[in-house]
C-alpha cells in the first residue's frame, strides 16, 4: 500500500505526464489555487465536500488515474459520515411572503399612483389654463364679432 497522501499522488501522476497547473484547470475546469491546495492537501480550504469529490475525480481523470479510486481513498481518510438533512420547519417561508406581499404592495401603490396621474391628465379642464395674453385675445375678438 502506497504511503503517498491523495495530493502528492496527483501531483506526482501530473509531473510523470508533464502536464502543468494551468493545462490541469484548462482541461478539468478547476481553477489553480483549488490544484495547488489539492496537491497539497489542503482541502479544508475547498469549498464544500461534494465540490471536493467532484474536484477529485476530474484530476485523477485528467492525469491517467482512477477516479473513483481517489475519491474512496479521500473518503476513508477523511471518515466523513454523510447525512441527510431533514426538512427544516417553515420559518425560513414566512421570510418569502413577507417579501412577496411587501413587493405586491410596492406595485400597487406605483399602480395607484399611475393610475391618479393618468386620472388628473384626462380630467383636466381645458381653457383655463391658457396665458393671460391668450385670454385677453379671445376676449377682444369675441367683442369684434359681436
Do not use: N
Amino acid at each position: 500500500m502506497t504511503t503517498d497522501t491523495i495530493g502528492s499522488t496527483l501531483k506526482k501522476a501530473r509531473e510523470r505526464k508533464a502536464m502543468s497547473l494551468a493545462e490541469v484547470s484548462r482541461v478539468t475546469r478547476i481553477p489553480v489555487l483549488t490544484i495547488e491546495s489539492i496537491e497539497h492537501d489542503r482541502f479544508d480550504d475547498l469549498p464544500g465536500e461534494v465540490f471536493v469529490r467532484g474536484f477529485l475525480k476530474s484530476f485523477a481523470q485528467a492525469v491517467g488515474l482512477q477516479g473513483e479510486e481517489i475519491v474512496a481513498r479521500y473518503t476513508s481518510s477523511r471518515r466523513i459520515v454523510l447525512v441527510t438533512p431533514l426538512p427544516t420547519a417553515t420559518a425560513v417561508e414566512p421570510v418569502r411572503t413577507d417579501r412577496r406581499r411587501f413587493g405586491v404592495a410596492i406595485a400597487f401603490v406605483l399602480l395607484l399612483i399611475l393610475f391618479t396621474l393618468a386620472l388628473s391628465i384626462v380630467l383636466k379642464p381645458r381653457g383655463h389654463d391658457m396665458p393671460s395674453e391668450l385670454s385677453q385675445a379671445t376676449s377682444v375678438t369675441a367683442s369684434y364679432l359681436g
